[in-house]
């Protein structure tokens, strides 16, 4: 199993749907983030976590939200989908004790979605 | 703005030749540097990273270059292989690694 789980990997939906993109871990990180990758903008972060009562906003948080329900779990969620939320959308996590002090991200497969 | 400018978007090198993507920044706090490798239908994964205290690390057939005082740092890929043929990205972040800012990404294709 991957240690770095998203779900679902494909999404269709509609403009105004609510739509929860979800992710699990078994690294046993305190770190997790969500990045949006758009060809040509590579990977923007939209919120990170570093701990379950600690949320942040990254570089592009509007229309986005996120709930960090345990320390292996962080859910985002596109309230009211719009086209221009089309994207791939990666789920990470970090410690930046491991891998010799590197900060190393380790990222899930990703969830492609698709806003009409 | 994009904190991180990488360049070119896309790169056709053909086997066995050498395949060089450039980065540049601004923010001179930044003091982690490392470059991720992205196949398709894949998350990306750390391919190599670099300290500003070297200018160069070398790992394999991947190198990093880095110009403190230019602010740019360079990825050099030697006898490139079709199996080397990925999205990659530069990325930067400061020391307690919170925020990693990336580069818009290049997609090298390595022909037979």
């Known amino acids: 199993d991957a240690d770095v789980t998203q779900t679902p990997r494909n999404r269709i939906t509609k403009t105004g749907k609510r739509i929860m993109l979800e992710c699990s871990q078994t690294k046993g990180h305190d770190r997790m983030y969500w990045y949006r990758q758009d060809p040509g903008l590579g990977l923007q972060l939209i919120y990170y976590s570093f701990d379950v009562k600690d949320i942040n906003k990254g570089e592009i948080s509007d229309g986005y939200s996120v709930s960090r329900q345990a320390q292996a779990k962080f859910s985002l969620s596109l309230e009211s989908a719009i086209p221009n939320q089309t994207a791939l959308y990666f789920c990470?996590?970090?410690?930046?004790?491991?891998?010799?002090?590197?900060?190393?991200?380790?990222f899930g497969e990703g969830s492609r979605l698709t806003v009409l | 703005q994009q904190q991180v400018k990488q360049s070119p978007q896309s790169l056709i090198v053909q086997k066995g030749g050498i395949s060089i993507i450039n980065c540049a920044y601004e923010?001179?706090?930044?003091?982690?540097f490392p470059w991720y490798q992205q196949f398709p239908g894949k998350g990306p994964a750390l391919l190599i990273a670099i300290r500003p205290d070297v200018s160069e690390k070398k790992e394999g057939r991947f190198t990093i270059s880095f110009n403190k005082s230019a602010k740019q740092f360079s990825l050099h890929i030697m006898d490139s292989q079709p199996g080397d043929s990925a999205t990659y990205f530069c990325a930067a972040t400061i020391g307690n690694f919170n925020k990693f800012y990336f580069g818009s990404g290049t997609k090298l294709n390595v022909k037979p």
């Open positions: 990470a996590t970090s410690d930046p004790k491991e891998g010799g002090n590197t900060g190393e991200l380790f």
């Open positions: 923010n001179t706090a930044f003091d982690y």
